[in-house]
């Protein structure tokens, strides 16, 4: 399991509280998908992906970078058994979605880029640390059912 | 230093936690393309000088913030500094250090045409002498690009970001050209 310090708890729940999902989320998704161009292979069905602008202008990406997003917040209130509560959804993304386990960590790299963009220098080093730690652990739940 | 958090290579006992997750503290985020060649087109190598010419007011700024959020995101780099009397994020000597990387890094934005050609003694340095591992040098890119978009969010685009990415990856196997 993995353990948090209450200042961690603290500063990842204040991360989380300057994050607006609707706002974030498709930024990091979109983001995502310019700067790390071979992920698209997995929205074939999203529609027009050809430019830059059609990616951000893609109501689908918008939709599914909610979704994403969202999915990870659900650790927020679970901290202490992230590993189980991502069970489920780590069956879904190799079974059914057959996602490279590798691009759940670029998609939380552009996250951690555009929240640093939203926050500033209110985002701390400590901040930062706590917040990384937090993706690490949804990722590597995320990633634990694939075989 | 493969702290992969995608492994997956734990089939440990799910009722033994104790030391499943310790991996889980500390992501690598050195990924499997660093020793991929990605070329920057001549437009992405305009959009780099471009980006670094408007930073250029707050390099030292963003070099010293860099290599902070290194050592506290990413405690295990602070093994390279061990001679520092502090090597905590924020310190004296880890605020000048990172001001001193920048500038090697504002350097071979002038070398961008040539990097590895341009960078072969600092290369050598950091195969013979500092011996750095280079999986580092793409925790420290990453920690650059948060301090870009934390200090110029207007100005750091989706295409800016996959531009200075790739520089900067470019950069990093400029650097690793003499270890082996």
Redesign the interface.
């Known amino acids: 399991m993995v353990e948090w310090t209450a200042a961690e708890r603290r500063h990842v729940e204040a991360v989380w509280s300057k994050i607006d999902i609707d706002v974030c989320g498709p930024l990091a998704l979109q983001r995502c998908l310019i700067v790390y161009p071979w992920t698209q292979r997995y929205f074939g069905s999203f529609g027009d992906l050809s430019t830059d602008a059609a990616i951000v202008g893609n109501p689908k990406v918008a939709a599914h970078g909610v979704v994403a997003l969202t999915g990870l917040r659900t650790a927020l209130d679970h901290m202490d058994e992230i590993k189980s509560t991502y069970a489920a959804l780590s069956v879904l993304h190799s079974e059914k979605l057959h996602v490279d386990p590798d691009n759940f960590r670029l998609l939380c790299e552009c996250l951690t880029i555009v929240v640093a963009g939203k926050m500033g220098k209110k985002l701390s080093p400590e901040m930062q640390a706590a917040w990384q730690k937090y993706l690490c652990a949804v990722v590597s739940a995320l990633g634990r059912q694939y075989h | 230093m493969n702290d992969d958090?995608?492994?997956?290579d734990d089939d440990a006992d799910?009722d033994d936690?104790?030391d499943?997750?310790d991996?889980?503290?500390?992501?690598s985020?050195e990924?499997?393309y660093l020793n991929v060649n990605m070329s920057l087109s001549s437009k992405q190598k305009a959009t780099v000088k471009d980006f670094f010419s408007k930073m250029s007011t707050r390099s030292d700024d963003i070099g010293a913030?860099a290599l902070?959020?290194l050592v506290?995101?990413y405690p295990q780099t602070k093994s390279y500094f061990s001679h520092w009397k502090d090597a905590s994020?924020?310190s004296a000597p880890v605020r000048k250090h990172g001001i001193t990387i920048m500038g090697g890094v504002y350097d071979a934005v002038g070398k961008i045409d040539d990097l590895k050609g341009g960078l072969l003694s600092l290369s050598e340095l950091h195969a013979f002498m500092l011996r750095v591992d280079p999986v580092n040098f793409k925790l420290l890119a990453?920690c650059m690009?948060?301090?870009m978009?934390?200090?110029f969010?207007e100005e750091?685009t989706?295409?800016v970001?996959?531009a200075v990415?790739k520089f900067l990856a470019q950069l990093a196997l400029a650097l690793a050209e003499k270890y082996r």
């Open positions: 958090c995608n492994d997956g799910d936690d104790d499943d997750d991996d889980d503290d500390n992501c985020l990924g499997n913030e902070s959020r506290a995101v994020p924020g990453h690009l948060v301090c978009s934390m200090i969010p750091f989706p295409q970001h996959v990415d």
